[in-house]
């Protein structure tokens, strides 16, 4: 039982370019997240899907867009990187809104 | 302004000995409060989830209270080792129409020998 997979784990990226994060959960959950981490603070919501075919804004959309595949995949679109966006981004998934979250292993990006 | 607390923000103990992490929440009206472990370059996994009726849960050596009446947590590590070395992460969430989580800034453990 893999859980929550996020690939990639490390990525370094120029200012301006694109890339998609990948996350792909096998446990039948309905929501899923993406969360981005910075030293000092707590995890701060980008987007979440709380069920297949919808998505919502979290507290730190801006400069990012996501896609809830189907019910297994959740992905996240960085169009034009910047460095304010050198983070771990984290992927979670649980059972519904507001359940207990199972996390990915974290994506870590730098933007230069 | 909903929010969620953590302190200290850092503590080293010695190996064996039991430690109190706490938590201070304002997020309203209260659904569930979890914590979570994190270890160094790894995703936080849960250790307990509380609800409102709920004020003591265990997971082994670990063992979480919550007072819903105070809005404080605490998370009690007994006979700690090595491993305990992590940080450790309050959520809080809303029990609102919408979706409100909060996460606390952590509290960073140092275990040693």
């Known amino acids: 039982n893999a859980g929550v997979t996020q690939t990639p784990k490390f990525q370094v990226l120029k200012t301006g370019q694109s890339m998609t994060l990948q996350c792909a959960q096998d446990m039948n959950h309905n929501s899923m997240y993406w969360y981005r981490q910075d030293p000092g603070m707590g995890l701060r919501l980008i987007y979440y899907s709380a069920s297949e075919g919808t998505t919502d804004k979290g507290e730190v959309p801006n400069g990012y867009n996501v896609s809830r595949l189907n019910k297994r995949e959740f992905s996240l679109r960085l169009e034009s990187a910047a460095p304010s966006q050198t983070s771990v981004y984290f992927c979670a998934s649980s059972e519904r809104l507001l359940g207990g979250y199972t996390f990915g292993s974290g994506t870590r990006l730098t933007v230069v | 302004k909903n929010q969620v607390e953590q302190s200290p923000q850092s503590l080293i103990i010695l190996e064996g000995k039991n430690c109190t992490l706490q938590c201070n929440y304002t997020v309203s009206p209260f659904s569930n409060l979890r914590w979570y472990k994190q270890d160094t370059g790894r995703g936080p996994v849960s250790l307990t989830i509380?609800?409102?009726?709920?004020n003591t849960k265990s997971n082994g050596r670990y063992t979480a209270t919550l007072d819903a009446d105070t809005k404080q947590s605490s998370l009690h590590i007994t006979a700690s080792q090595l491993s305990d070395s992590a940080s450790y992460i309050c959520v809080v969430s809303a029990g609102t129409g919408g979706f409100k989580t909060i996460f606390g800034a952590g509290t960073r453990l140092f275990v040693k020998a």
């Open positions: 509380m609800t409102f009726s709920e």
